[in-house]
């Protein structure tokens, strides 16, 4: 088992910026790739970033890439979200999942393991 307890959200007005934590525990944080999702009260969860066991590679949403940056300290055991240029549209709650995998994956049915989530807030 992997356990992931997000944080970092809060409120914050359009064009300001956030960074999310998410902590892990449990079996070798190096050995799964992580990313990030979120589901909009209403809609389906959606992907939003990924990153590869090392660090090296990653891949995001478009409607997110170049404002938001993953990235992973393995010795920390933590993965992080830089979000940075936000709208009311990134509203959302957000979820760091585990995935045991080779390759990285936008599929969220693959994850193995996923957080409570962390409520992120952008007002007009």
């Known amino acids: 088992q992997v356990q992931l307890v997000e944080s970092g959200g809060g409120l914050v007005q359009a064009g300001g910026s956030l960074r999310l934590s998410c902590a892990a525990s449990g079996r070798t944080f190096s050995n799964y790739i992580m990313g990030w999702f979120r589901q909009a009260p209403g809609k389906e969860r959606e992907f939003v970033a990924v990153?590869?066991?090392?660090?090296?590679?990653?891949d995001y949403a478009a409607s997110v890439k170049g404002r938001f940056t993953i990235s992973r300290d393995n010795a920390k055991n933590t993965v992080y979200l830089q979000m940075n240029s936000l709208n009311p549209e990134d509203t959302g709650l957000y979820y760091c999942?585990?995935?045991?995998?080779?390759?990285?994956?936008?599929?969220?049915?693959?994850?193995?393991?996923w957080g409570q989530g962390t409520q992120v807030t952008v007002s007009a």
């Open positions: 999942a585990a995935y045991s995998g080779a390759v990285i994956t936008t599929n969220g049915g693959r994850y193995d393991f």
């Open positions: 990153v590869s066991r090392s660090g090296t590679y990653t």
